[in-house]
């Protein structure tokens, strides 16, 4: 029996579904070439725009993809297969931008170490803080049936390699995210009344205070200030979510996360994830179309939607 809202939609629920994968892609290829620079010029913004040749993605569609693999694979969640997974796109393309700290999970976890233990050791014991727990989670929502099990499918999917509070939490946020944003009926705020539910962390609860004030002021350099743009979850996830909610369709979601700056293929993909199944597929300009791995997102999309 389906937990999503099949009242009729303007946008289908299978465009949806191919938003989500294609808009994770889509954003984090657009932020690849500029990551880590503080100020992004507006002639880059205008290249995005104009002249789309940006179309390889990096570690964060790869695990999106992993993830969504390892859920069809297993029909649910294991970690024991979806460690597997991650280690094995790791192992195939080490070199797509993956983090520090999860490069050394990745060697331990080949080396034969438990996969769980490995993400428990991470960083002195305290585990990984670092967004690479939310950067992949998005698809939970489309496998999942109702927003409980969202919930639970975020906190087991970061776990296998961020186990830090931040890192879970922040795969938490961008999973009941784009939960509500599959919804026919976009609500935003539902969307921020669950998560100031859900949230328990000091980090996560600092940043929903001040979302309101940065949604209404609309004012990047005031919200790169108090949201953040860098790598740690709660410096980057609610970021993504902001851009995503000012946002009046899917290039104005991808061209406000890329302005950010810092961390700007992880914003990307995060905020192209929501965007992507808000408006869905047929909302992506054409030119983005093109983004590396078109077929197999869109494949992966529709294996989900069969699901349902
Ligand atoms: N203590 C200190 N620093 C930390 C801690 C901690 N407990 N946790 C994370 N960091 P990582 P990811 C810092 O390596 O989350 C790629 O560019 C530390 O500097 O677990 O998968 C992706 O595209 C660490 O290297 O990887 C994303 O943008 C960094 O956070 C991003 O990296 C990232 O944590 C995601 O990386
Ligand atoms: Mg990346």
Redesign the pocket.
């Known amino acids: 029996m389906s937990g999503f809202d099949l009242t009729p939609d303007p946008v289908s629920l299978q465009d949806r579904f191919r938003g989500l994968m294609v808009g994770t892609a889509v954003g984090d290829a657009c932020g690849r070439p500029i990551?880590g620079h503080r100020v992004v010029p507006d002639s880059y913004l205008d290249e995005i725009r104009n002249d789309f040749t940006m179309v390889q993605y990096?570690?964060?569609t790869i695990l999106t993809m992993a993830l969504s693999e390892s859920l069809l694979a297993c029909d649910g969640f294991s970690g024991e297969d979806m460690a597997d997974r991650l280690v094995d796109a790791w192992r195939e393309e080490p070199r797509r931008?993956?983090?520090?700290?999860?490069?050394d999970w990745f060697s331990k976890v080949l080396q034969g170490k438990p996969w769980d233990k490995a993400a428990k050791a991470?960083?002195g014991g305290?585990?990984?803080?670092?967004?690479?727990g939310a950067?992949r989670v998005a698809p939970v929502a489309m496998w999942a049936r109702d927003l409980d099990e969202t919930v639970h499918l975020a906190r087991e999917t970061a776990k296998v390699?961020?186990t830090?509070p931040i890192?879970v939490e922040g795969a938490l946020i961008q999973a009941v995210a784009a939960h509500h944003a599959l919804k026919p009926e976009f609500d935003p705020a539902r969307l921020i009344a669950d998560l100031d539910d859900l949230v328990e962390t000091e980090e996560f609860r600092k940043k929903l205070d001040i979302l309101p004030s940065c949604l209404e002021r609309d004012n990047d350099e005031r919200a790169r200030l108090h949201l953040g743009n860098w790598?740690?979850a709660d410096n980057s996830v609610v970021t993504a979510l902001y851009c995503f909610l000012l946002a009046d369709d899917f290039e104005d979601a991808i061209i406000r996360a890329i302005r950010m700056g810092g961390?700007t293929?992880?914003i990307g993909a995060m905020a192209g994830a929501l965007a992507g199944a808000r408006w869905g597929l047929s909302a992506i300009p054409d030119a983005w179309h093109a983004v590396e791995a078109y077929d197999r997102l869109v494949g992966l999309a529709d294996r989900m939607f069969e699901r349902v």
Request: hydrophobic share 20%; aromatic share 10%.
């Open positions: 990551e990096t570690d964060d931008g993956y983090g520090a700290g999860v490069t991470q960083f305290s585990g990984s803080y670092g967004n690479g950067m390699t961020h830090h890192g790598v740690a961390d293929d992880t």
